[in-house]
């Protein structure tokens, strides 16, 4: 909650990351959406097809922005099939734009 708060106060911008490792549904993201973060992270390389097709419908009830990433840390240990995450995720720039705004270009 204080996190939260402390971005909006700076205006900067809050996604739920990974919801799917998390096993967030409905009850989490109602929270969340009232605590007024922005976006939900919906492209992730842990998250399976269904995982994107739930947390997409989940964007729009609850009216969050998309967001996405390789959730990249380290090369030792961020790794899926033998490979490195970093990168393995695509994330249209449309709504990284609608999500950042301002902050990115392209």
């Known amino acids: 909650t204080d ?3 402390w971005a ?4 900067w911008k809050t996604s739920i990351a990974h919801p799917g490792q998390y096993g967030f549904k ?10 007024g ?3 939900i992270e919906i492209y992730h390389p842990r ?4 995982d ?9 009830r ?4 998309t967001s996405g990433g390789s959730d990249f840390h380290d090369s030792c240990h961020d790794h899926l099939q033998n490979r490195a995450s970093l990168g393995r995720t695509q994330y249209p720039l449309d709504e ?5 705004g301002d902050l990115i270009s392209g």
């Open 26 to 35: 409905d009850l989490e993201l109602r929270h969340f959406r009232d605590l």
């Open 62 to 65: 609850y009216d969050f922005k």
């Open 47 to 50: 998250h399976k097809p269904e």
């Open 37 to 39: 973060v922005n976006a």
């Open 96 to 100: 990284a734009k609608a999500f950042l």
């Open 3 to 5: 996190a939260v708060q």
């Open 52 to 60: 994107v097709v739930y947390y997409r419908a989940a964007a729009q």
């Open 8 to 11: 909006k106060v700076k205006n």
